[in-house]
């Protein structure tokens, strides 16, 4: 994986990640290292449609980048769709975006004239793939989530992130800045760190007792600072910190508590794995206990 699909794959574990259900940033880093990177395979015949009717998908091969949807036959096909949504999505991109951004819709239907029911209604005239063979994601194998049935694509149809914005407004947010290159592939999407105190000293703490600390960082690069994970080097010690992207010039911090039952001194680390070159960053807090 290129170091610019690595910042990438920060930045959307940043945005699926949750304090409290490892499990579910486990599912989206195992879904996003395999999907990045990819390319995704359409059908030769592929057919757009508006209401039944053929039609054509102007820029669709030279569009320099893709969002693709798909949306298999399970569950709710209304509450899946989110037409409203997708159709403020388009119109902005037409705006901001001009020339840049095309869309691809395909169908898997259970019930083709529900669905077609339903384009009409939300009046929903942006051309759809409606694939009743389900035979793209015979080519691709989907993920079976809906969060992760949606990606963006560059003009070679690879897959360059994974996420439903209409789902997670904050994956709109990536995938424009990706477009608009505010992501910037000159500098791989690495930036630099200042660590303020990369060694907290605790003495004289006392045994059974939980301290708190916070180690600070500044990004003095010029992208995006996104942290990951923090990897703790036993269980007493706890950590925390932001998940969302820390912008250029600005400062985080890393909150941690140490709980330790045995008197002495004791040496214990926090890896803190990020978009920079020399990552993890390993702080470090030490002292004696009483």
């Given at each position: 994986?290129?170091?610019?699909?690595?910042?990438?794959?920060?930045?959307?574990?940043?945005?699926?990640?949750?304090?409290?259900?490892?499990?579910?940033?486990?599912?989206?880093?195992?879904?996003?290292?395999?999907?990045?990177?990819?390319?995704?395979?359409?059908?030769?015949?592929?057919?757009?449609?508006?209401?039944?009717?053929d039609t054509l998908l102007s820029g669709f091969y030279s569009s320099p980048y893709k969002i693709l949807l798909y949306v298999d036959s399970t569950g709710?096909?209304?509450?899946?769709?989110?037409?409203?949504?997708?159709?403020?999505?388009?119109?902005?991109?037409?705006?901001?975006?001009?020339?840049?951004?095309?869309?691809?819709?395909?169908?898997?239907?259970?019930?083709?004239?529900?669905?077609?029911?339903?384009?009409?209604?939300?009046?929903?005239?942006?051309?759809?793939?409606?694939?009743?063979?389900?035979?793209?994601?015979?080519?691709?194998?989907?993920?079976?989530?809906?969060?992760?049935?949606?990606?963006?694509?560059?003009?070679?149809?690879?897959?360059?992130?994974?996420?439903?914005?209409?789902?997670?407004?904050?994956?709109?947010?990536?995938?424009?800045?990706?477009?608009?290159?505010?992501?910037?592939?000159?500098?791989?999407?690495?930036?630099?760190?200042?660590?303020?105190?990369?060694?907290i000293q605790l003495d004289n703490i006392k045994a059974g007792k939980k301290q708190a600390m916070t180690f600070k960082l500044k990004n003095t690069g010029?992208?995006?600072?996104?942290?990951?994970?923090?990897?703790?080097?036993?269980?007493?010690?706890?950590?925390?910190?932001?998940?969302?992207?820390?912008?250029?010039?600005?400062?985080?911090?890393?909150?941690?508590?140490?709980?330790?039952?045995?008197?002495?001194?004791?040496?214990?680390?926090?890896?803190?794995?990020?978009?920079?070159?020399?990552?993890?960053?390993?702080?470090?807090?030490?002292?004696?206990?009483?």
């Amino acid at each position: 994986m290129s170091q610019k699909n690595i910042f990438i794959f920060l930045m959307l574990i940043s945005l699926f990640a949750c304090n409290k259900k490892d499990d579910r940033q486990a599912e989206a880093e195992q879904i996003v290292t395999e999907w990045v990177g990819k390319t995704i395979q359409f059908p030769n015949n592929m057919t757009f449609s508006v209401y039944e009717k053929d039609t054509l998908l102007s820029g669709f091969y030279s569009s320099p980048y893709k969002i693709l949807l798909y949306v298999d036959s399970t569950g709710c096909t209304s509450c899946k769709l989110k037409l409203y949504e997708w159709q403020r999505l388009i119109a902005e991109a037409d705006t901001a975006l001009a020339g840049k951004l095309s869309f691809v819709f395909c169908f898997q239907p259970k019930n083709k004239d529900e669905l077609l029911f339903l384009f009409k209604r939300d009046r929903f005239n942006y051309p759809i793939v409606v694939d009743e063979t389900n035979l793209i994601n015979q080519l691709n194998g989907f993920p079976q989530k809906a969060e992760f049935q949606c990606f963006l694509l560059d003009i070679d149809n690879k897959v360059i992130s994974v996420g439903n914005p209409t789902l997670n407004p904050k994956v709109w947010d990536l995938y424009k800045q990706i477009i608009s290159g505010k992501i910037n592939a000159d500098n791989n999407g690495i930036t630099h760190v200042e660590v303020i105190n990369k060694e907290i000293q605790l003495d004289n703490i006392k045994a059974g007792k939980k301290q708190a600390m916070t180690f600070k960082l500044k990004n003095t690069g010029n992208t995006a600072l996104v942290i990951s994970d923090v990897k703790t080097s036993c269980g007493c010690t706890n950590a925390d910190w932001e998940r969302e992207p820390i912008e250029k010039g600005k400062s985080t911090a890393i909150s941690a508590d140490i709980t330790l039952d045995e008197t002495g001194y004791f040496s214990k680390t926090l890896s803190v794995y990020c978009n920079v070159e020399n990552s993890p960053i390993i702080l470090t807090v030490k002292g004696n206990v009483n």
